[in-house]
């Protein structure tokens, strides 16, 4: 066995390093009651029992990420929806993938912080976010700034 002599200052700034990416949180937010929001809400269609959003995505995906750019202290609910689309379980999965698929768009294509996104499917029989909103689609709703 082979033994590595690492000098004292090395290996506390090795410990530092680690310790400081283990202590890292994500943001502190949760997208409930999100789908009552009315301001700065954005739709993203689907065709049925897909996946990958349909060829008008990009624009509204550009908008959200243009708003949450202008203020840093914004976070965005992206919030998966797949009625009637299979049974229960397998509309609940593809909105969950929906959700990511936009989430995905907004960090990689716009530069979105990955921690100031949720993503999350809404299941209808739980929630009434589907009630006025397109059933294959995925709302992003950019949040308020939290107050002072």
Known sequence: MMHLMVPASLAALMCL???AEAVAQPRAFNC???EKLEDDV???SFPSRSAQP???ARTPVAAAAALAKEDLA???CVLGHAVREGGQATSTELAARRARE???MLSVE???ERDRIRAEARNPGFSRSTENRE???VTIVVLPAPGP
């Open 17 to 19: 390093g680690l310790a």
């Open 32 to 34: 409930i009651g999100a």
């Open 42 to 44: 954005f739709e993203v």
């Open 54 to 56: 349909a060829p008008g």
């Open 74 to 76: 914004r976070n965005i």
């Open 102 to 104: 936009v989430a995905e």
């Open 110 to 112: 716009h530069g979105v």
């Open 135 to 137: 059933a294959r689609s």
